[in-house]
């Protein structure tokens, strides 16, 4: 509230003759300072229609970005720091992905058309908060709660049914509203009209929730998921790993998502209904078959080669997996057994993974034609460097090497 840029903003748009309030902060914004959390992104609202919004801007010197004005927004610009300013607006009709919408200078008609009451909430720069719909108790109370007909909420935008669930998780302590979850449950089906990037978006912020894992049972238990994310079942596994990265490492959406997959689970079809990247895909595949030896019981001179054929992010991921796995098992392990699931996923900081200094061109320049023969001999050369513990230089691997294609 006393950030002067954003003071800026609401002096060019709340003129002497306009209705009070003309404009007004809203939504998330409002919601987490309300629940004492940090606040990332400032979202207003206006009475006034995208064009004059745009022209007050402009007259005030703010820079302005076009960015979503044929939907009633326009986004004013200080340096890195941007305010998303809406015009009120009123839900003509929808499909359930996409809504046609007018404008409005009614705050309570632009309040009933979002999704959650808690996020329908509006404030001055005086911090005095406007509660059309009674959300401020629901904060108080932890609860997510639909807006009016939660099965006509849904109809408007099936995704509400993901964040109904992930807001839940953010709460951490509240209890589930029982209408909000029979009607998510009702409309399961709705989400398969959504797109996976949607779908993956929600899923992931819920994922990486302080502790998504009572929330996550009872997406399960409302059976909410498609067939291709239906073995996401692990919920002991889970817990582990929000244990584990509570210790060494922050939440990471990708292998928490791992962490839930079933022995049964089809890496190939989450992956193609979540529209992973071929990073993340990659990465879920390894995840799921990393190497289950990388544990404190593997004996330490054998670290280094291990290492150096995972790599430093597998390495700390399989560490932290099967960490989480011993955890849900049963195994909570004393102080030395934790000490040393932290000191194997701290190796590969202590421990920068060599090169080998010889290449296919090394081989060749010693007679031998390109072909199989020369990935073959790199290879026995890399398995004789590793074997000696990564210390023999390039003399010495250009001597073994020679000796190999002269024997």
Not at 66 to 83: D, P, Q, S, W, Y
Not at 254 to 275: E, P, S, T, W
Request: a negative charge.
């Amino acid at each position: 509230m006393a950030d002067r840029d954003l003071h800026a903003v609401f002096a060019a748009l709340q003129g002497a003759s306009d209705p009070a309030p003309s404009v007004l902060c809203v939504g998330g914004c409002v919601r987490d300072a309300l629940m004492d959390r940090p606040v990332v992104d400032v979202d207003l609202a206006t009475v006034h229609p995208p064009d004059v919004t745009l022209a007050r801007l402009k007259a005030a010197g703010i820079g302005v970005l076009g960015i979503g004005i044929e939907h009633g927004t326009v986004v004013a610009r200080f340096g890195h720091k941007l305010f998303q300013i809406t015009t009120l607006r009123v839900d003509v009709e929808t499909d359930g992905r996409h809504a046609r919408v007018a404008y409005t200078n009614d705050w309570e008609t632009d309040a009933s058309r979002r999704d959650f009451t808690m996020n329908a909430l509006y404030t001055d720069l005086d911090g005095n908060v406007y509660d059309p719909l009674g959300g401020a108790d629901d904060i108080a109370a932890r609860r997510v709660r639909f807006i009016g007909d939660a099965n006509k909420r849904i109809e408007e935008d099936a995704l509400r049914i993901l964040r109904f669930f992930r807001f839940h998780a953010q709460i951490e302590d509240g209890e589930i509203d029982p209408d909000g979850l029979a009607a998510c449950a009702d409309r399961a089906g709705d989400l398969a009209n959504l797109s996976g990037e949607r779908i993956r978006e929600e899923i992931f912020k819920l994922l990486v929730a302080a502790d998504p894992v009572v929330t996550w049972q009872m997406l399960l238990d409302a059976r909410i998921l498609d067939m291709a994310l239906l073995a996401l079942t692990r919920r002991d596994r889970l817990a582990g790993l929000v244990t584990v990265e509570g210790v060494v490492a922050a939440a990471d959406p990708v292998r928490r998502l791992a962490a839930l997959m079933d022995g049964g689970a089809n890496v190939d079809d989450m992956v193609a209904r979540l529209r992973l990247s071929n990073r993340d895909g990659e990465r879920l595949r390894d995840l799921k078959t990393g190497a289950i030896d990388i544990n404190p019981d593997l004996p330490q001179d054998a670290w280094k080669a291990r290492l150096y054929k995972a790599g430093g992010d597998s390495w700390r991921d399989t560490v932290m997996m099967n960490w989480a796995g011993e955890l849900a098992d049963g195994r909570t392990g004393d102080r030395l057994r934790v000490d040393a699931w932290r000191a194997l996923e701290a190796f590969p900081a202590t421990w920068p993974v060599p090169v080998l200094s010889v290449r296919g061109a090394d081989v060749i320049a010693l007679g031998v034609p390109e072909g199989p023969e020369v990935s073959r001999l790199l290879k026995d050369i890399e398995s004789w460097w590793i074997e000696g513990g990564f210390v023999a230089e390039r003399g010495a691997c250009l001597a073994e090497l020679k000796r190999r294609v002269s024997a």
